[in-house]
Each structure stands twice: as structure tokens, then as C-alpha cells.
């Protein structure tokens, strides 16, 4: 079975702090994605890589960055936390073709206090 | 641009009875589609997925979902509810590698 995993489950951060959520996967997938999940407003895509060093950005980059320097890894940072990035935070990866299903993560609640 | 709309955030059955969720989609070509489910605390797990095989597709759980490119829809049905699927579910668009666009999801409610 594909396993996503994701470093914490619960995180609570201050405002203003530098904020990094890592994700891997063990199934040599090229893609890998960062959601995040709010209430009402399904998953929202923030980044998404389909290969090492290889970025774009989603529906909504802004206040985040990331980072692929292998490709079982794709690490999330929040550059300066605020408190509207509480959310939950979903990592998934898939193989490049468009019928391949998305393996996702047990996801990170992320608190900004 | 690739849409996904769920009808009903929260629909709510007794045991036993029909589960019927509602997933419509905008696309211009013919998409791949896919329903998740996910628990809460937990990520999402796919139930199934339509790749243009067969327009009914069978899913884990006794879930089934139907590809009606007429009306552009995925509805997600089981025949006889369970307490253990009360979750939230949702449904999903691809059209190539790279992006998966999500329903704003469905919560539904098993009542005894």
C-alpha cells in the first residue's frame, strides 16, 4: 500500500514564526500536493510538484513557499504565520497520469495562536 | 476551468435506508472522476474511480457511482446504509496529471 505520511497531526505555532510541515511518500510518485482543508470549502490546492525542484503554485500560494530536493519529500513552509493559515493541511502524491487516483496523508491540524 | 459542485452539505438517512450523494462537473473533455471518503481526524481514502471504462463503477463498501456524461454528473449511491459510513465525502475532477479538483464536500449522517 501507498503510505503518505506526515510529520505531526496537531501543531501549534505563534504568529509571525517560521513554520515547516514535511510530507513523505515510499511509492516513488512524481506528483505531490499541499491542501489545505477548511470547513465548507472542500480542499483548496497550494502547491503542487511533479518532480524534484519542479513547483507551481496553486489556487492559493500566498504566504506559503515550498520545497522538493528529493522526491519522496515535499515540505510545506509558512514564511511568517498568521493566524488566517489555522486550517487543517493535507499532503498527497500520485503517478502522472490523469486517471491515477491521489494517495493522501492523515493530514496536520495547524493552529496559529 | 474544471468545476466541481456537491449538492447538500450534509445529508442525513437512517440505517438501512439509500445513500445518495450528488456530484456534478464542469469539463470540456471527458474527465477521470473520483470519490473520496475521509473520517474525521484522518486523510482522504478513495472509494472509487470512473477512467472511462464502464459508466457504473463499483467501489469499496458497497458504494457504486454512475457516469452520466449527459448530465454531467458522478452521484455516489449505496444501497443500504451503515452506522460506519457516516463520514464526509468527496468528490473529484481530473482532466490531466497534475490537477484534482475537489467538491466542497458531503457530510453524511447514519441515524439509528
Known amino acids: 500500500d501507498v503510505k503518505v505520511t506526515q510529520s505531526s497531526r496537531y501543531l501549534v505555532k505563534r504568529t509571525g514564526e517560521k513554520v515547516f510541515l514535511e510530507c513523505v511518500q515510499d511509492m516513488d510518485h512524481e506528483n505531490m500536493f499541499w491542501y489545505r482543508q477548511d470547513p465548507g470549502l472542500g480542499l483548496r490546492l497550494i502547491y503542487f510538484s511533479y518532480d524534484v525542484k519542479m513547483k507551481e503554485k496553486g489556487d492559493i500560494p500566498e504566504g506559503y513557499s515550498v520545497s522538493r530536493e528529493k522526491k519522496e519529500r515535499f515540505s510545506l513552509i509558512l514564511e511568517s504565520a498568521s493566524t488566517n493559515q489555522t486550517s487543517m493541511y493535507l499532503c498527497?502524491?500520485?503517478?502522472?497520469?490523469?486517471?491515477?487516483?491521489?494517495?493522501f496523508g492523515d493530514g496536520t491540524r495547524l493552529s496559529i495562536l | 476551468a474544471q468545476s466541481v459542485t456537491q449538492l447538500g452539505s450534509h445529508v442525513s438517512v437512517s440505517e438501512g435506508a439509500l445513500v445518495l450523494l450528488r456530484c456534478n462537473y464542469s469539463s470540456s473533455v471527458p474527465p477521470y472522476l473520483f470519490w473520496y471518503v475521509q473520517y474525521p481526524n484522518q486523510g482522504l481514502q478513495l472509494l472509487l474511480k470512473?477512467?472511462?471504462?464502464?459508466?457504473l463503477v463499483k467501489g469499496i463498501n458497497g458504494f457504486e457511482a454512475e457516469f452520466k456524461k449527459s448530465e454531467t454528473s458522478f452521484h455516489l449511491t449505496k444501497p443500504s446504509a451503515h452506522m460506519s459510513d457516516a463520514a464526509e465525502y468527496f468528490c473529484?475532477?481530473?482532466?490531466?496529471?497534475?490537477?484534482?479538483?475537489f467538491g466542497s464536500g458531503t457530510k453524511l449522517n447514519v441515524k439509528p
Open positions: 470512473y477512467t472511462s471504462a464502464a459508466t
Open positions: 473529484a475532477v481530473s482532466e490531466n496529471f497534475n490537477k484534482f479538483y
Open positions: 498527497a502524491s500520485s503517478h502522472p497520469e490523469g486517471y491515477q487516483p491521489q494517495h
